[in-house]
């Protein structure tokens, strides 16, 4: 039990720099209360004691802000950065050295009895709003961008983001990031960084490059039909305002 505290403690001096004393974060870090006393309500539920470890939650959930369902697993030196919002649902699992900031839901989308909500495995970060549902699988290592909303499976050491959640750059890490002192290499606050690629402005991109290039082979074959005797005009440019867009065109 000590050791799972002291591990629970220490991990939050790996992944949050305004962390500065051990009485600081005991007294002060909802995030550790949660999970401290969700290993309580969650004793009590394996047990048996399904109402005293509901009425646990639910003062936890009153003192912290944060609603742990009894029957969820969770790893080890797992981290809840500020955490006002979180809910973990019943059937959710969480491996080693995860982190989740606040507003993050692993919730479920069935009614159906048996798993219904996700599996993250070790190394696990999901920034704040983000909204993980149902029975998927979330692997090693991945990244889970601010208020994303993820409905199928991340692969290991993938980042995705967006609503619906996909993934950034279109290619997974060949291997999980290790662990180290708690905290994944690498970490990425919010399951984000400054220089990640955005996968909307690099498809908008791609089709300018594309419509130029188509334009350029449009003005060379119009230069060589007009050099053979052909005379070829210019392309009729197209009149369609947004407000004829917005109405609906209809060809006349």
Not at 87 to 107: K, M, N, Q, S, W
Not at 212 to 240: F, R, S, V, W, Y
Request: glycine share 12%; with cysteine; hydrophobic share 40%.
């Amino acid at each position: 039990m000590f050791t799972r505290l002291k591990e629970d403690v220490a991990c939050v001096f790996a992944r949050d720099p305004a962390a500065q004393t051990w009485f600081e974060v005991i007294t002060t870090y909802p995030g550790v209360h949660a999970v401290i006393i969700h290993r309580l309500s969650h004793w009590c539920w394996k047990a048996g004691f399904r109402w005293l470890a509901r009425f646990i939650a639910y003062v936890s959930r009153w003192w912290t802000g944060i609603e742990i369902h009894p029957g969820a697993e969770i790893g080890r030196r797992f981290f809840i950065d500020h955490g006002m919002g979180v809910v973990i649902g019943e059937t959710a699992v969480i491996g080693d050295d995860c982190t989740l900031y606040h507003g993050v839901t692993l919730g479920g989308t069935t009614w159906k009895k048996g798993k219904r909500h996700p599996t993250l495995h070790n190394g696990v970060v999901i920034g704040a709003g983000a909204k993980v549902l149902g029975p998927i699988d979330i692997g090693d290592g991945a990244r889970v961008g601010s208020n994303s909303v993820v409905l199928k499976p991340v692969p290991a050491g993938t980042t995705v983001v967006g609503i619906p959640a996909h993934i950034i750059g279109g290619q997974k890490a060949s291997k999980p990031e290790p662990v180290e002192t708690g905290r994944p290499v690498n970490f990425n606050a919010y399951g984000a960084s400054a220089d990640m690629p955005d996968p909307v402005a690099l498809a908008i991109n791609r089709m300018l490059d594309h419509i130029n290039d188509l334009d350029k082979q449009i003005e060379t074959m119009q230069k060589a039909l007009n050099e053979a005797g052909i005379n070829c005009k210019n392309p009729p440019i197209c009149t369609l305002d947004g407000c004829q867009i917005n109405d609906g065109y209809k060809e006349k």
